[in-house]
């Protein structure tokens, strides 16, 4: 068979959707590289996804249907067909709609691809089934809530304005991990002369960029910007003019909030000194254009969303919105570009189906709810490793009663504890289309290579679970590339004739953003609403974390490695061997007062579990604080549980979001533990 080379997208939940260049020999993969010609990537990726074939090709690809054969989790499985993968399924689930009713079948799924068909292919399959309806919220939606309670549905600003910035701040962004196309821009403005600041709770990689790193006290971060505006008021620097013309309620706020938010007040907050926060507030509104880069690290707390929202108030207060790169960038949202509601079908949904949330599928599977959750259908997400409260999560997948299918690349933590198992595609086999969040950017991605194995789609596999069901509703007779077809046709003003073309011949396109996101404010009022009366607080002010009231010494960061996603990629060997599993990075100090010496084994321990870790002493991170990157498979690390076991279950102040980072813990040597 002849060489060839595919354009193509990666898939991963990643700010960048990047354009790969696929070379293909005799049917696989052999290389993976950049495109040169897509505008985000510009021929760089990430150290995850330069051997992509690794993972495309990897022995440890599951290839044909299982069905266990040991108890739950012991990971025994035999093959089966697809047809009596199909039966068993489609027989158990007919069954449980008799006696349960539909509610009592689960989904589960995130963000293994990000691609608008196979993301979102579950979707008419358990609307039209009636199953319950799974609230996706893991990720950062305190983030969208506390950007919406001030400036609505305004889209944000072009990211690439960074370059015409003097002061860059990445805000609670590993970008050097995360974003590292944003990580590059910044780098590249502070060529230039900008001044790049990173606010974060430890020095991670990022850090070693900037000009300046301040660890704040995590979830403290609303306080320091407060702390900032009251500074910036104090001293007359706000844009009175700019405040007159485009905000509303600031008075207000001036006068209720910003007058007890003195830095001797904010300082023991937010963990910086008094005089730090004074020279922020002053640097930032003497800067000509500061541009914040806000990350998602910040916004999983209790007061998550309220952090948000009150650092989306700087720009505002001192006008820098209005100069060629000033402003904050959260993120871009481009629903409005494809008309989505043609692949999810919410108007399959019949009768009223229950929202369980995606972080508290511990309650799910274990309380005694009407209906009970009888069967669990997991696709493209790895709750047992990924969720919080990850006991409770174990021991809901434990259940006998439970019936668990899961279509997966590979047998993670979650395929382990299946009673069925299907064998997934990976991106390189299968059609979609892609937008992304850290830019304007699209593109679609026709598959490369066949199907390895007997490995299918998430939409091939809901086709034939509908037929397995005996349904004849045409949607679901419909190819992958039939339903990209639908979404590209479709009028809108984010893009034209010859965009919409290029897209259709898999080149990255960018999007327009039909109104300007620096001088039209799409809110009620048509104004920056630094007073919002629909939200429960009206004004921007000091809220505490979950953490807060713990009883326990240390904040628990589970940050994020440049060598993993989430806990994608510990298939590859050597990205697994460029990490330390399960490492625990504590200050000098905290270490001392414990008596804990560098290398020692350690437990971290608080209401809901206790885990193993490797104890590394450094002064990256702050006393009181410790971190450990990575979600790691189980099957890679010492003890029995990941760093999820300690999370928990609570939700975010707005958004209903994970609390992942807002966790308190005690660590002690394993001796004494
Ligand atoms: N290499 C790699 N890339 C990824 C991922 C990955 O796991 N690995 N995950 C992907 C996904 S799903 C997402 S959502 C994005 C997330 O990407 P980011 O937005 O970068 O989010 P995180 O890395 O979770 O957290 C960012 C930083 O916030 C810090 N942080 C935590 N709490 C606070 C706080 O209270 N205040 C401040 N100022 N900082 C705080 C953390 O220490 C961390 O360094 O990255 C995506 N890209
Ligand atoms: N401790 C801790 N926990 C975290 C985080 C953290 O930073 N620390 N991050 C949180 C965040 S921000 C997020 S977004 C969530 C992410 O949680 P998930 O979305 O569950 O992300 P992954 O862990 O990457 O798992 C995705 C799985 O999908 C599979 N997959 C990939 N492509 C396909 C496909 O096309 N079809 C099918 N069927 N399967 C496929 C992959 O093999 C992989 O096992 O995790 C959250 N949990
Ligand atoms: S994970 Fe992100 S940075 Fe890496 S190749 Fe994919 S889109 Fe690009
Ligand atoms: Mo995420």
């Known amino acids: ?180 196309h944003a990580m590059h821009d910044a780098q590249e403005a502070r060529r230039r002369g900008a001044r790049l600041w990173v606010i974060d709770t430890y020095r991670t990689p990022t850090a070693d960029a900037a000009d300046e790193t301040f660890l704040v006290k995590p979830g403290g971060d609303g306080a320091l910007a407060l702390g900032m505006m009251h500074v910036i008021a104090r001293e007359g620097l706000c844009d009175l003019a700019f405040i007159g013309e485009n905000l509303l309620g600031y008075e207000r706020f001036a006068d209720e909030i910003l007058p007890d938010c003195t830095p001797e007040r904010m300082a023991p907050v937010c963990g910086l000194p008094p005089e730090t926060i004074e020279r922020l507030g002053r640097e930032y509104a003497r800067a000509r254009a500061p541009f914040i880069r806000l990350g998602s690290g910040l916004t999983r707390y209790a007061n998550g969303a309220m952090t948000v929202r009150t650092i989306s108030c700087l720009p505002a207060v001192t006008g820098a919105w209005q100069k060629p790169g000033g402003g904050v960038f959260p993120g871009t949202s481009t629903g409005a570009a494809f008309p989505l509601q043609r692949v999810v079908r919410e108007d399959f949904i019949s009768g009223v189906s229950r929202l369980v949330s995606m972080n508290q599928l511990g309650n799910a599977l274990n309380e005694l709810a009407d209906p009970p959750v009888m069967s669990l259908y997991v696709y493209h997400s790895n709750p047992a490793a990924v969720a919080p409260d990850q006991n409770a999560v174990i021991r809901g997948l434990e259940r006998d009663d439970l019936f668990t299918v899961v279509h997966e690349r590979f047998m993670t933590d979650t395929a382990r504890f299946a009673d069925i198992v299907l064998p997934a595609t990976t991106s390189l086999e299968q059609d979609d289309l892609f937008r992304c969040y850290g830019s304007y950017q699209a593109q679609r991605n026709p598959a490369a290579i066949p199907p390895q194995g007997e490995a299918k789609s998430n939409w091939d596999v809901f086709r034939l679970l509908a037929a397995g069901m005996g349904w004849d509703e045409p949607f679901f007779q419909q190819e992958a590339n039939d339903l990209i077809e639908q979404l590209l046709d479709f009028e809108t003003p984010w893009r034209d004739a010859v965009i919409t073309q290029r897209l259709r011949e898999g080149e990255p396109v960018l999007l327009t953003v039909p109104t300007d996101p620096k001088r039209v404010w799409l809110t009620p009022s048509g104004k920056i609403e630094i007073l919002n009366l629909l939200e429960p607080e009206p004004l921007p002010r000091p809220l505490t974390t979950h953490a807060d009231g713990d009883g326990f010494p240390l904040r628990l960061q589970p940050a994020t490695t440049p060598f993993a996603l989430n806990s994608s990629f510990y298939e590859q060997d050597d990205l697994r061997a460029r990490q330390t599993p399960m490492q625990l990075m504590m200050n000098p100090l905290d270490a001392a007062s414990r008596a804990l010496t560098d290398g020692q084994e350690v437990l971290a321990s608080n209401d809901r579990g206790r885990v193993c870790f490797t104890l590394r002493i450094t002064d990256r991170v702050p006393a009181g604080t410790v971190v450990t990157e990575g979600v790691w498979w189980r099957e890679f690390i010492p003890g029995e549980r990941g760093v999820n076991a300690l999370t928990s279950q609570r939700l975010t102040d707005g958004g209903r979001g994970s609390t992942l980072y807002d966790v308190a813990v005690e660590v002690k040597g394993q001796e004494n533990g």
């Open 1 to 180: 068979m002849p060489s060839s080379s595919v354009r193509s997208v990666c898939p991963y939940d990643c700010p960048d959707a990047c354009g790969l260049l696929v070379e293909v020999e005799n049917g696989r993969v052999v290389r993976v590289s950049g495109d040169p010609q897509h505008p985000v990537t510009r021929g760089l990726l990430c150290p995850k996804m330069m051997h992509y074939e690794r993972t495309v090709h990897s022995p440890r690809r599951l290839l044909t249907p299982l069905l266990r054969t040991g108890a739950k989790g012991e990971g025994l499985f035999v093959p089966i067909t697809w047809s009596e993968a199909v039966e068993r399924i489609c027989g158990r689930w007919k069954q449980l709609i008799g006696t349960h009713g539909a509610q009592s079948i689960l989904p589960y799924s995130y963000a293994g691809t990000m691609g608008l068909v196979q993301r979102n292919a579950g979707h008419p399959f358990f609307h039209y089934l009636g199953a319950s309806r799974l609230e996706r919220t893991i990720c950062s939606p305190a983030k969208d809530a506390g950007w919406k309670a001030v400036m609505g549905d305004t889209p944000a600003m072009d990211p690439t304005e960074v370059s015409q910035s003097d002061l860059v701040i990445l805000w609670g962004i590993n970008a050097a991990a995360t974003s590292i």
